[in-house]
């Protein structure tokens, strides 16, 4: 464990975060081994169905299990659920769950409390930004839409550990949608105790590695050991503390004043000298995300104005954002859905081939078509959550547009949680920064994003042809015929322009060499549980 300076003020600033607001126990989480993480953010929920960030994520897959989960180097492997089958035509999955799994109160982890989690998940009235996860699940669509109860859908408990989920159709990544957040159990006796404030220090059960301890809004994340977990004795931690850290250049300062073990990112800035100074502390790998900007296609000017929105979209110098602003392997992005992804080939942006000078020269004169031009120059607002690599990239294409097409772009800097409820009131915003990351690998992770009636369709997307593909492909046995659906469905979208794709992530971590079992994936899934601390003087 880091003893420094920097880390023993931290310490103290975290016992007193957990005395002054509460839920501590005996095993406060400034004493033994406790991991010290970095997060830019406070997730928006801890409910796991209300939570919709990366940032959540992180936490809920510390403090709640799955049937499934990923290994350190991103391999599916067995967790809540000891072992399943598979019926022969693919459409029932049964799973059996670990006799020893136990809440952190202690009672019985049961079939019956998946059944609960993932009946709340598809209820009209939990409004779950993830609640289509389940569209395969038989009758889930109908339950979604308010169309049947939600005990029409396609799950049931035989006993106490034999779950049995039943599909409309064959899902080759069920089980990666299982490893997911949304889909983990729920205490049914909490949630009718506590309502909608279940999920907070002291009232939330865990069926997790860890227990959430304490949360100071802006400042910390405590969780400490789950004793009742059913693999406690394979957990070495005896706590981890999430700092929320906003700025990249802050987190970095911690982490060189010994403050933090692992960081969520590593800044632009430096890079190279970063990467001299740290050698193998520094994790730079590929991952499934893509960062874009979105248009309000709700409203003008961009509602029914292709030509405005390929113009915006070729005035970016991808190559120099990846190359000179970001500089850390990041790949500029002329798809929506990554490359790597398994089983998909993605269909390109037609101008991704030309240079530079041929796309601002096609550019210019789209720009004219859609009714702008010197004397009459397009005056739109760009907003963009609070970061410092957020504020460069801004920066960057407000200087593009300007010299390449004359557009006066004001950028306004939000707070992610505003910047989120403006983007989804769809009244003020005209171009906003969004991203998505991968919940599974495969392309509809990507694709479902921008279907009608997606919660996460932020640009309001809606295209006939688009909906069709999907169906199709939803409904496709065959593999080669459903990623031959899925590349065209691609394909559609792209030529309507409703985002801008600008590049795909990589990512980047620093990682103290006293943590052990860290394994870069696809996925950029770090479960605490797989990390352990040596301690040093």
Not at 303 to 313: D, G, Q, V, W, Y
Not at 319 to 347: C, H, N
Not at 353 to 373: D, Q, V
Request: hydrophobic content about 40%; aromatic content about 10%; some cysteine.
């Amino acid at each position: 464990m880091i003893l420094s300076r920097g880390h023993f003020t931290q310490a103290l600033l975290v016992a007193l975060l957990l005395a002054l607001f509460g839920g501590c126990s005996d095993r406060s989480v400034d004493a033994g081994l406790v991991l010290q993480r970095g997060t830019n953010s406070d997730p928006e929920s801890l409910d796991q169905h209300k939570a919709r960030s990366v940032q959540a994520a992180d936490v809920l897959r510390d403090i709640g299990e799955g049937l499934v989960a990923y290994s350190p180097t991103g391999e599916l492997v067995p967790a809540a659920a000891e072992r399943w089958e598979v019926s022969a035509d693919g459409l029932t999955y049964t799973f059996h769950l670990r006799e020893q799994a136990r809440w952190s109160n202690g009672d019985k982890v049961k079939a019956g409390h998946f059944v609960f989690g993932l009946r709340r998940l598809v209820a009209p009235a939990t409004g779950a930004f993830y609640a289509n996860m389940l569209a395969a699940v038989a009758n889930a669509p109908e339950v979604v839409s308010g169309d049947l109860p939600v005990d029409a859908l396609g799950v049931e408990a035989l006993d106490e550990l034999t779950l049995v989920i039943k599909l409309a159709r064959p899902t080759p990544y069920l089980l990666s949608l299982l490893a997911h957040p949304s889909t983990f159990p729920l205490h049914p006796a909490s949630v009718a105790e506590f309502g909608d404030h279940f999920a907070r220090p002291g009232k939330l059960l865990s069926n997790g590695a860890f227990v959430l301890d304490a949360w100071v809004p802006g400042s910390l994340i405590a969780l400490r050991r789950n004793e009742n977990y059913w693999n406690n004795a394979a957990t070495t931690l005896d706590g981890v503390n999430y700092h929320v850290v906003v700025q990249d250049a802050a987190e970095l300062n911690r982490y060189r004043a010994g403050e933090l073990h692992i960081t969520s990112t590593v800044p632009p800035d430096n890079f190279a000298s970063l990467r001299a100074q740290y050698g193998s502390e520094l994790h730079v790998a590929p991952y499934l995300g893509l960062y874009y900007y979105g248009f309000n296609l709700l409203k003008p000017p961009f509602k029914n104005n292709i030509e405005l929105r390929k113009a915006l979209s070729m005035a970016i110098d991808r190559e120099q954002l990846t190359d000179k602003i970001l500089a850390r392997g990041e790949m500029p992005a002329f798809s929506w859905v990554p490359p790597g992804v398994d089983s998909y080939e993605p269909t390109v942006f037609s101008f991704a081939s030309l240079t530079k000078h041929e796309r601002e020269t096609l550019a210019r004169r789209l720009y004219k078509e859609a009714g702008y031009s010197e004397a009459r120059p397009l005056k739109i607002q760009l907003r963009y959550n609070t970061s410092d690599t957020n504020r460069k990239i801004a920066l960057s294409i407000q200087s593009m547009w300007r010299d390449v097409l004359g557009v006066e772009t004001t950028l306004i800097n939000e707070e992610f949680q505003v910047l989120l409820a403006n983007v989804r009131d769809a009244e003020v915003t005209q171009v906003f920064r969004s991203s998505w990351m991968g919940d599974y690998n495969d392309a509809q992770t990507f694709l479902s994003v921008l279907e009608a009636g997606s919660a996460a369709n932020m640009p309001r997307y809606a295209n006939d042809e688009y909906e069709s593909l999907m169906k199709r492909a939803a409904t496709q046995v065959d593999p080669d015929r459903r990623r031959l659906y899925l590349e065209e469905a691609e394909r559609v979208m792209l030529a309507d322009h409703p985002v801008i794709p600008l590049y795909f992530y990589v990512s980047k971590h620093l990682v103290r060499p006293e943590v052990s079992g860290w394994g870069d994936n696809v996925l950029d899934y770090h479960y605490s549980q797989h990390l352990s601390l040596s301690a040093t003087n």
